[in-house]
Structures are given as C-alpha cells and as structure tokens.
C-alpha cells in the first residue's frame, strides 16, 4: 500500500482511496441509449427506427416486447435526471434518435418536438450539475434508410454526416462530448441484414459485414471533419465507442496464442486500426487473410472493401478520445481445422472458437461472467494499441434481476479495482459510465435480461424506478471518491 501510495503521487495522481486510485478530475457517469429508454416510439412526429420494425415485424425478440413504450423516458425526464442526481453522478450518457429528429432520414425536414426534447433533457441535466456525453448512433437508424440498404449503403456516409451536423448545430453549444457511433461491430454483425432472408447467406454473413465497416469508418471520419471544421468554435471532444470483450488464449499452443490475436484484430482492429494508429487502414493481418480466402472462394476481389488513399488520409486520427465498452472475457483457440474455408463468412475468416472457465462467476446472460482482471488487460491492451490514446469506458456492467444484487455489487467492486490499477500503471483512462442508469429494452432480449442500476416495473404503467443494491453502493462509492478528492 505504501508503495503504491509513492507510485502514483509520483504519477501526479492524487487520489488514494483504500485500495482505489483515480485521478482528481476523474469522470464517474451512467449510461443509457434512445431507442432503449424512451418508447414514445411514434409520438410527435417521430418515425419507424429499424429496430421498431425489427419488434414490430418479426420473431427475433425473445417475449415478443418492442420499444414502443419502454422506460418511457420520453415522458419521464424529470425523473430520470432525480435517479442520476441521487446516484451522485458527474455525467449522463445518452444517445439521439435519428428517426426523432430526422423523421424521413436525411437532414431537409427537422422535427422540432425531436429537438425540444434533447433540449430540455440537455439543459435539465446541466442545470443539475451533470455533464452530457452524447452518442449520435446507438443503433437506431429510420426504417426508411434500412431500406435503402441500411450501413451497406454508401450513401450512408453523407446521411450520416449530415444528421450529426444537426446534432452539433442544435446542442453542440451545450454538449460537448460526442460519440458517433456506439460498438458498430455489434450492428455490423446483427440480425438488422438478417431480416432479408432473401440476401442469401454470402451476401448476410461475408460482404455486408465488412461493407458497413469500410461505410460507418467513413462516416465517422466526416463526422469528426464537419466538427472540427464548422464547428471549432463549440470546442468540445468527439469519439467513437467501440466493444472490446477480452480475450485469452485457451492453451499456450502457438496456434491459440496467434487465434487470439486474429479475434482481437478481427473484432476491434477493424475500427480502431483505421483511426487510432498511424496506418489510417484496416490492419494487416485483416486485409491479407480476408483478401486470400477470398481468392480461395474464387472472389474476383477481396471481400474487404480498399480505402483510397484519399479515405486513409481522412480517417487516420480522426478521435479526441477512444470510448471503450467492456463487459466480459473469454478464452480463445484455434478452429482453422475445423471450418470450410471455402465457405465464406466472416465467422469462417475469424476462423476462432470461444470458451469460459467455469470457475467465472457467471450473470443472468449467457455471454457475461465477471472476471474483473480482463478489464484490466483489456485497458493494457488499448494503451499498447492506441500510443495511449484518451479512454474513456463508456459501458460496463452486469446482468442481473434482484434488488439486492449482490452479484452486480462485487462486479462493480472488482472491476473499479481493476480500472484503477491500470489507471496506476499508467493507462489514460478519462471516464467512467456504468451501463445501465435503468432496466431497459435489451434488444433481441426484450426485457427479459436487466442491466438497471435501478429497477423498472414494466408491468405497471407509471414504470417506476427503484434503487438497487448496486445504485446505493455505487452512489457511496463516488460519494468516498469525490470527498477524498477535495
Ligand atoms: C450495448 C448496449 C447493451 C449492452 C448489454 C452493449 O453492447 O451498447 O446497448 O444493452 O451491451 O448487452
């Protein structure tokens, strides 16, 4: 301990709690996004997201729920900014929806009861002392542009960029962390392509993945440029979000320690390879295997879209900070033996399978366990990855029912622990937002799995709030911080 405590003032860090070291303008902050919290879901002129449709017209949610109502959000403001006041929190992360202030998708018809609402939820939470970090896209685009092909659209890079100037040109005077896009390797994978069974699974599983890569890094990258040139004079940070589950090999054997560097590379290089290193491209290791099993599969050309070096020079530092969701581990190994390669896929291209150890303390979801030490990895791995780029985490939480949720108390307890020792050692970590504020509507889950650090009563119409175990002992928690801090 007392070493530690010699450590970090060396550091200049200047905080010691227990165990717990965070730097003294650290920002503590909880999560949510639209189409997860606010239902209202065609109210005031709001049109059909692709999610809407996605519950409205299939079969792919496990109870059948859809977002139409959810938290309700959309009428409840007051009391979302109560629960983030009593938790004690320095900042609110939220996303927008694009169907809500660009009804038909692109920027000629602005909704005005779109932008009232932002609005008053943006002035409301200054007003309360708490800081927003707005993410433009949190998965919810209009149907009417899913039409259109969706992010497998070119043309998706200008709709894009010219939704985000809205955003900047209607409350960048107030916000002042922005987001682009939230995890796009989850919805370049998801099931939003699935629902055209007739694409065929070629054009489902090994193109449109990696069209709507080289398609959201461009529009990310335009973003970043009409911020930065039009609206300098906000003088706020912009980022993006990208999902980094860690992951260990399964077996010292050369080919699983190699396996998980390619899941890594595969999962989170393809984004942050083009805009956190030097390249400006998507890394190496991606292009070359993509390009030769496409050879393999008697593609004409890769199945990786190029970027021109006109795309490169644009997208290569293009992010103040870098937004990191992280929830949980796995183990790697090899499954190069055990897949077709002449069937295409980017599954088949990852070529990995992915365990547990059943030791983890698992939650209410099948994929998330806690194992507090893969944050910290993770984190390692991010500075070594991005020359120690500013991070901040902009999720991180466990699944779990109860009220008293013991099991969601020590994954905080533990991963915090971990978030501060690689603060310690040396990792630029900015933020810290817990996901989530509230119960929500957890995508292809519907409301059967809960993230809430407080619970909500779906059942009831007023959709009351109730602190959980986890919320009191998160609000002592920064509570203890921020009195060290003074
Ligand atoms: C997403 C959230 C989601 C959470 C838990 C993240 O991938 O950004 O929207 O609710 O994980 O599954």
């Not at 999560?31 to 879901?41: K, L, M, V």
């Not at 109210?43 to 017209?57: P, V």
């Not at 307890?413 to 501060?420: I, T």
Request: charged content about 25%.
């Amino acid at each position: 301990m007392w070493a530690k405590i010699i450590f970090v003032s060396i550091f200049g860090i200047s905080q010691v709690l227990g165990a717990y070291v965070f730097p003294k303008d650290f920002i503590f902050g909880a999560a949510t996004a639209s189409f997860q919290i606010e239902g209202a879901w065609n109210e005031s002129g709001k049109s059909e997201s692709c999610w809407d449709h996605i519950a409205h017209y299939t079969n792919e949610i496990d109870d059948h729920s859809n977002g139409d109502v959810a938290c309700d959000s959309y009428h409840k403001l007051d009391e979302d900014i109560k629960v983030l006041k009593e938790l004690g929190v320095d900042s609110y992360r939220f996303s927008i929806s694009w169907p809500r202030i660009l009804p038909e998708g692109f920027s000629n018809k602005v909704n005005p009861d779109g932008i009232r609402y932002y609005n008053e939820l943006i002035d409301k939470l200054l007003a309360n002392d708490i800081t927003p970090l707005v993410t433009i896209y949190h998965w919810d685009h209009p149907q009417s542009l899913q039409l259109l092909g969706g992010w497998t659209n070119p043309r998706m890079v200008e709709y894009f960029a010219d939704y985000a100037r809205v955003a900047f040109e209607h409350f960048g005077d107030r916000v002042k962390q922005w987001a682009t896009f939230n995890e796009p390797q989850q919805f370049c994978r998801e099931k939003i392509w699935g629902e055209a069974p007739s694409l065929g699974s070629v054009a489902l599983d090994a193109v449109a993945p990696y069209l709507c890569a080289h398609t959201l890094i461009r529009a990310h990258a335009k973003a970043y440029h009409i911020y930065k040139n039009e609206f300098a004079n906000q003088k706020g940070k912009l980022g993006i979000v990208l999902n980094l589950p860690w992951t260990e090999p399964l077996t010292n054997t050369t080919k699983d320690i190699v396996a998980t560097n390619r899941d890594l590379e595969f999962q989170f290089g393809i984004y942050a390879h083009p805009i956190f290193t030097k390249d400006g491209d998507f890394p190496k290791l991606v292009k070359e295997r993509v390009a030769n099993l496409s050879k393999l599969q008697s593609f004409k050309k890769s199945r990786l879209p190029e970027f021109t070096e006109e795309d490169v020079k644009e997208i290569r530092g293009t992010a103040d900070f870098l937004g990191i969701n992280h929830y949980s581990t796995s183990l790697t190994s090899d499954a190069s033996d055990e897949i077709d390669l002449f069937t295409p896929s980017i599954n088949n291209d990852r070529a990995v399978k992915s365990t547990i150890d059943p030791s983890w303390p698992a939650s209410e979801i099948f994929w998330l366990y806690d194992v507090p030490w893969g944050l910290y990895k993770a984190l390692m791995y991010v500075k070594n990855y991005t020359n120690n780029h500013p991070v901040y985490i902009t999720e991180n939480g466990f699944c779990e029912e109860a009220i008293d949720d013991q099991g969601r108390v020590h994954y905080y307890q533990g991963y915090l622990q971990s978030l501060s020792d690689a603060i310690s050692d040396g990792a630029n970590i900015v933020a810290y937002y817990a996901w989530s504020l509230l119960d929500n509507f957890e995508w292809h889950r519907g409301y059967t799995k809960r993230f809430g650090l407080y619970h909500v009563n779906f059942t009831d119409p007023s959709r009351p709030r109730t602190a959980r175990s986890s919320a009191k002992w998160l609000k002592n928690f920064i509570h203890d911080v921020k009195s060290n801090n003074l």
